[in-house]
């Protein structure tokens, strides 16, 4: 049985903390969030991704290889070209998961921790 995205329901799969660590981290730099951004489109080559992020080949480069090694990416070499694409859909899922989640989250989530209580938490002693 899947879910709407043709994914396994979560108590069917069942992966520990420690090994979901390394994904996070990777989708946590701004730069390589643009670069799986820009691969949602259509496959592309290392500098077409160094031109449109305005980045040197070397760490255009080293920031592909982060995502590579997680999984989130896939490449192929042709001639002197090595092209990069989203490993799967489950890749563009995830992207468009974490573009829904951010943009229903609200000002609270959003807010620096010490002004976070006096904007939307209320009085938490309150229940």
Known sequence: MTDLLGMAPLEEVTV???ELAPLFK???HPRRLAMLQLLRERELCVSEIEEALSLRQAYVSQ???VLRETGLVCYRKDGWNVY??????EVYSLLEIA???YSSLGSCALTDPEDAAD???GDADED
Do not use: N
């Open 26 to 28: 990777a989708l946590a």
């Open 99 to 101: 573009t829904v989640i």
């Open 16 to 18: 520990a903390p420690k």
């Open 63 to 65: 920031q592909l290889s």
């Open 119 to 121: 904007l939307c938490c």
């Open 84 to 89: 990069y694409r989203l490993a799967g859909p």
